[in-house]
């Protein structure tokens, strides 16, 4: 006999992402661009709020625990053709809940996704189904919390740093153009740090000198081999 299906409270009907600045948006997206790459530098303050998201999503990214996929799956019962069995169902939940808990994060596991499922199913899922049906939204938290982990070690950018002028990098820049492009684009946002004037119309954004070699950057020469690497 199927057990009967039931939408239970062990589903939570969703999950809420902390807010972050403009600015570490920007400098999570060209740490992500320049993942291989141990150059970039950051403001202290977007240093700092990188850090103080971390447990944030740290908890997001829990597995989830076995009563809540087990919660989860129950209302497939009702939906799907040719549902399992009482008996099937326990170890065909128990066995989609072991292979899923861990990669899976519980901040998936919610009603919105319960709803996709009933509406993506039409015979009883196997745990592959149930991963694949996960998976974007899986590995978009886990990445986020790598690329925060990421920032949250990065060389802040010396208070004393000059700031000149760039003009938009040439084809020839290659690599070493693309991340100044990228490092200029997450800290000249509002507040990290202020802007003493607007830019003008048309107008390259303005990046901060780094250093030229040092134990945390490649040199120019280590630069430009990998940028020769990248070219077809």
């Not at 807010?19 to 993942?35: C, K, P, V, W, Y």
């Not at 989860?72 to 399992?84: Q, T």
């Not at 990290?192 to 070699?213: E, F």
Request: with cysteine; net charge positive; proline share 11%.
């Amino acid at each position: 006999m199927t057990p009967a299906p039931a939408r239970s409270r062990a589903v939570p009907a969703s999950f809420s992402e902390p807010a972050m600045s403009q600015a570490l948006a920007h400098a999570i997206r060209a740490q992500g661009e320049h993942a291989g790459l141990d150059a970039l530098m950051f403001p202290a303050q977007v240093i700092a709020e990188a850090s103080g998201l971390i447990p944030d999503y740290e908890r997001l990214c829990r597995p989830a625990a076995p009563g809540t996929i087990r919660a989860w799956l129950a209302p497939l019962l009702g939906c799907v053709r040719f549902p399992p069995s009482e008996g099937d169902y326990e170890i065909k939940a128990a066995a989609i809940a072991m292979a899923c808990s861990v990669d899976v994060p519980q901040a998936v596991w919610t009603e919105a996704s319960q709803l996709a499922a009933m509406r993506a199913f039409k015979v009883w899922p196997s745990a592959a189904e149930v991963f694949d049906l996960h998976q974007s939204e899986a590995f978009r938290l886990r990445n986020r919390l790598f690329l925060l982990r990421q920032v949250s070690k990065a060389t802040p950018i010396p208070a004393d740093a000059g700031v000149v002028a760039s003009a938009p990098p040439a084809p020839a820049a290659g690599l070493v153009g693309a991340m100044a492009a990228n490092i200029a684009h997450s800290f000249r946002m509002p507040g990290y740090p202020p802007a003493t004037q607007p830019a003008a119309p048309g107008r390259a954004l303005s990046v901060l000198r780094r250093p030229s070699a040092g134990p945390k950057h490649l040199s120019r020469a280590e630069l430009d081999a990998l940028a020769k690497r990248g070219r077809p």
